[in-house]
């Protein structure tokens, strides 16, 4: 199982921009098919963005479109999630997961994710 470790959260104001890190241990990320979820206060947590292996699909909520954007670096182990004209909604806690997949279909439900990592907490201001 791998171990993933997120980074990259903070306070920023409304309308600013954040990137999060998530890095992996072990030499078979590149196996891996990546998401992001995040679990506001009182809130269920809930997807926001995955990538599948070699980086062949994307896909992200709703409430995200156009302005966060999921990339990976196989190379680096790393899992990216840039997140730009950040609203005050989008305050949570942001985790990273992995899924050893048999295709190449995006999963949405964190169910299917077996690796977590501890997550990182991106404030937004308004």
């Known amino acids: 199982q791998v171990q993933l470790a997120e980074s990259g959260g903070g306070l920023v104001q409304a309308g600013g921009s954040l990137r999060l890190s998530c890095v992996a241990s072990g030499r078979t990320f590149w196996t891996y098919a990546m998401a992001w979820f995040r679990q506001g206060p009182g809130k269920a947590r809930e997807f926001v963005a995955a990538i599948t292996q070699r980086s062949f699909t994307t896909d992200y909520a709703d409430s995200v479109k156009g302005r966060f954007t999921i990339s990976r670096d196989n190379a680096k182990n790393t899992v990216y999630l840039q997140m730009s004209s950040l609203k005050a909604e989008d305050t949570a806690v942001y985790y990273c997961?992995?899924?050893?997949?048999?295709?190449?279909?995006?999963?949405?439900?964190?169910?299917?994710?077996?690796?977590w990592g501890q997550g990182t907490q991106v404030t937004v201001s308004s």
């Open positions: 997961a992995a899924r050893t997949p048999v295709d190449y279909a995006i999963a949405y439900d964190p169910d299917q994710y077996r690796s």
